[in-house]
Structures are given as structure tokens and as C-alpha cells.
């Protein structure tokens, strides 16, 4: 079985997603898995160069040593297989927006899901009036009241309502939720490092998981790396990418060097390779929490 790193070809990958990549490399290689990448570039409209992007990303993971098993998976070359996957799910179409879809949630004795199953029980009629204002986006039918408990390894157990969740958008884009489970069940991924902005997301994922068919992976969703303010990570704090960092004198090894320390496996300055990390590896080590940084100019 593997664990995965899939970012999304949009920008070089910043400090942030080093650490995140860094410790799903730790996580699948110390528990004896394989390690695969996926380019998530179904969204076109935000990855121009994705080709360009995705190649710089991978020589920058290369350049601190963490490696893949085989070539990455790029979902624009799975259309096809998300067609597959959704045939098999009971889906119906939505023209609701976002405003839309707020409001209904706070009505008086509103359904109080993030989706309210406002489409859900249209009559064909309906249906094609909508459909002649605006294209309609396409959602799962899920039991009413449905919850998925997963666990992650910091969280613990943490339960989550599954709604009708959109598996097209009205744009003819698969969705993330949908897309990331179908791929993960097709390249075998049975553990799952992520950013912790995304544990929210990890019961609907779960669900429809079991729904695919797929094997429920285990979840270990890592802190965030913020700015001295408490946001998140972004560009117009400091130099945050490898290559913005090298044009302040770091070097690949500086870099690493700095994220293990942050994981609690290596003293500050310690100069170490990603094969000592993984020999002194034990997730325990790894602080809870978000880890700050603090825009430092030059290594050490």
C-alpha cells in the first residue's frame, strides 16, 4: 500500500508544502509503503503552465530527497475514469449558488447540512426550467443524517455530517472530493499526510470511499505553517519557496535541515539528509500544532 503527495500545479511549492511533503514521505517509508505522486490539475482555469509547474515542483521534492515509486498520476489523464466511478453513484443536478445555499442553511428549521438537499427532489419539470437559466452542477445522494467518524492520528476520532456533496461542478470540472477518493482508491493509497485545513473534508472522503469500494485510509492531517501573525503561509510574507529561498543563499540541504528541525527530528542547525531523518522517524516527535515561521533571511 502508499502513501501520496498531490499538490496542485498552480505555484511553486512554498515551505509549507515542503514540510507537509516531507513528513508523508516519513510517515509511508518508515511504516514500510510505497510513496506516489499526483498532479492535481483538473482545474485549468488556475494552472495555466501546469506542465512547467508540476516539473519544478518534483525537482524541488527531489532536491531534499524525497523520492517516488513510479511516475506521477495526472488527473487531467483520468477523465475517463471518474466518468467510471460516477456512473456508479446515485447522483441528481443542482442549480443552487453559494448564496443560494447559505441562506438555505440558516432558515428557520433548515436542514443545517452544508448542503441542504435543496435539488434533491426536484420534478423533471423543474428541472429543465433551471437548466434553461444556468448549468447545473451534480451531487451525490447521501442517507439523511449520515456521519462518518475517521481518525487521524493528532485529531483522534473526529465525526463529520456527509452531505449531497458536488462530484461536477457546473463547469464540467470533477470535483476535489470526488477526485482525490477515486484516485487514491486507483494508486493504492491506504495513508493520507495533509495539511490540517483539510480534516473537515476527510468524512465525506471516507464515506464515499466505502462507497467506491475503497479501503478507508489512515489520516495524519499536520499543522499548518503560519506567518509570526498566525496566517497562513503566502508569499507576501518572506521568501517561502526553494528557489526564493536560494536567492537568499539557502541551500537544499539549509532547507532541510530547517523542516526537520520543525518536526522535532533534528536539532536547530543540525545538518542532516532526508535517510537520517527517516532513521530517527517516530511521529510522536512531530509538535502539535502549527509551526511559525519567521521569515528568516539567511540559513542557519
Not at 513510479?70 to 475517463?80: H, K, V
Not at 442553511?105 to 429543465?128: E, S
Not at 469500494?213 to 501573525?229: K, T
Request: charged fraction near 25%.
Amino acid at each position: 500500500m502508499n502513501g501520496r503527495f498531490a499538490p496542485s500545479p498552480t505555484s511553486g511549492l512554498h515551505l509549507g508544502n515542503l514540510r507537509t511533503a516531507l513528513a508523508a514521505w516519513l510517515f509511508a517509508r518508515s511504516s514500510g509503503r510505497g510513496f506516489v505522486a499526483r498532479v492535481e490539475d483538473l482545474d485549468r482555469d488556475r494552472v495555466k503552465a501546469a506542465d512547467g509547474i508540476a516539473a519544478g515542483q518534483l525537482a524541488d521534492l527531489a532536491a531534499l530527497g524525497i523520492d517516488f515509486d513510479g511516475a506521477p498520476l495526472w488527473q487531467s489523464d483520468r477523465l475517463a475514469d471518474y466518468e467510471r466511478a460516477a456512473a456508479g453513484l446515485e447522483l441528481y443536478e443542482c442549480f443552487c449558488t453559494r448564496k443560494e445555499i447559505a441562506e438555505a442553511a440558516l432558515a428557520p428549521h433548515g436542514d443545517h447540512r452544508p448542503y441542504p438537499g435543496t435539488c434533491r427532489d426536484l420534478t423533471p419539470a423543474q428541472r429543465d426550467a433551471k437548466r434553461a437559466r444556468r448549468p447545473p452542477a451534480w451531487r451525490v445522494k447521501v442517507p439523511a443524517q449520515t456521519t462518518q467518524t475517521v481518525r487521524d492520528y493528532w485529531a483522534g476520532e473526529s465525526a463529520g455530517a456527509v452531505d449531497d456533496f458536488v462530484v461536477r461542478r457546473n463547469d464540467g470540472t470533477w470535483a476535489y472530493n470526488f477526485a482525490v477518493v477515486v484516485d487514491d482508491i486507483a494508486q493504492g493509497v491506504d495513508q493520507v499526510v495533509r495539511g490540517a485545513d483539510l480534516l473537515s473534508s476527510a468524512p465525506r472522503q471516507a464515506w464515499l470511499t466505502g462507497r467506491l469500494g475503497g479501503r478507508v485510509p489512515e489520516y495524519a492531517h499536520i499543522g499548518l505553517v503560519v506567518s509570526p501573525g498566525g496566517e497562513r503561509l503566502s508569499k507576501r510574507d518572506a521568501a517561502v519557496t526553494l528557489s526564493d529561498l536560494a536567492a537568499d543563499g539557502w541551500t537544499p540541504g539549509d532547507v532541510l535541515a530547517l523542516l526537520g528541525a520543525s518536526l522535532g527530528l533534528a536539532s536547530p542547525g543540525e545538518r542532516v539528509t532526508a535517510g537520517r531523518l527517516l532513521e530517527r522517524f517516530d511521529p510522536a516527535l512531530i509538535p502539535p500544532g502549527r509551526w511559525v515561521w519567521n521569515g528568516q533571511r539567511t540559513p542557519g
